[in-house]
């Protein structure tokens, strides 16, 4: 039996979590994905889930066909076409089974008989396995015996290839590809990682897809954008929800979408288009990017570990020099005093990955330069 005591207590305890979460020190939130949203996106889904639209019920609880998300599903997509200057004869959708769904679905509508594909990471390997499965990969080129630290150049893409797909940021890694390559075949791409931190020659692309995790909304929606004449080339029989065509041809409607992260994706297009769009967004990007390499090179601890001409504006990998290796148990634990969240580097790499997508202020980077110095000044 709970005594009146234990329950007091238990209440006095909950009454100071809330206050330590309230007062409690500012986080700085490198995380490489789910990620930092904008407070707008924050804010606005908070209270959808209060009150949606004035419906006085919560977006967790009303039809998706209701004509309050109808709304939000149709403006989302118009703002997604707006801001990436989405040209005519293209179609955004939305999906779930994130990105890793689209390496499967990318081949089943697209590949006849071969694709080619260049292996930059983790995620490239994973679509070109998938691929595999519906014809001949050609994988064009790979940096897979470098660990993956710089993008392959100067490779050959068959011109009988049905397509030719690359990742543009390669999030594990912190490579990144800030171009539309001109291709002869049609051209894929994953830009989950760094969708709207440019502006994007869409008109080069047949499929773009994203998932929104990165640099959009909560996981659970993965977007794409589809050139709608290029999904009837193949003969076989797709799955009627593994088919862009059935996504398009309903205003991506076809069945229940994923409400709640469509409506925070609302709120982050909206942001973005009130910044001042993804050129906007591309410079803040750049800079952010741009001081913590600086310090990278500058700080006798660190070292980045890509190719200084691939290095990702997203995702910023480093590690300690090899003379100060003991020492990064050390720095993450006094990074993570500071505040510092989700700057533990990707297994497969190691050392630290410090994320920098669309929302993060300039004043978190300060922050971890201004740690990455202290830690220097006191070693
Ligand atoms: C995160 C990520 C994925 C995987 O996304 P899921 O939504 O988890 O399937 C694929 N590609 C890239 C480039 C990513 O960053």
Redesign the pocket.
Known sequence: MRTLAACFEKHVTKIIITFKKDIGMKKHNFS??PSILSEYTIKNTAAAVENFAGTGLSILEVSHRGKEFVAVNDEARALIKELLDVPAGYEVVFMG???????CMVPYNLLNKKASYLDTGT?AS??IKEAKLFGEVDVVASSKDANYTYIPKNYKVAEDSDYFHF??????YGTEMRYDPDMKVRLVA????DIFSRPIDISKYDVIYA????NLAP?GV?LAIVRVDALEHVDRPIPTMLKYKTHVDKDSMFNTPPVLPIYSALQTLKWYKEQGGVAVMEKKDKENAAILYDEIDRNKLFKGTVAVEDRSIMNVCFIMNDEYKDLEDEFSKFASAAGMVGIKGHRSVGGFRASLYNAMPKSSVEALIACMKEFERTH
């Open positions: 490489a994905g089974g994130g990105a890793s769904m689209q390496f995620w994973k679509a990742t543009s940021n390669n999030t594990i994953d830009m989950s990682s998932g929104a995790q990165k996981a993965t």
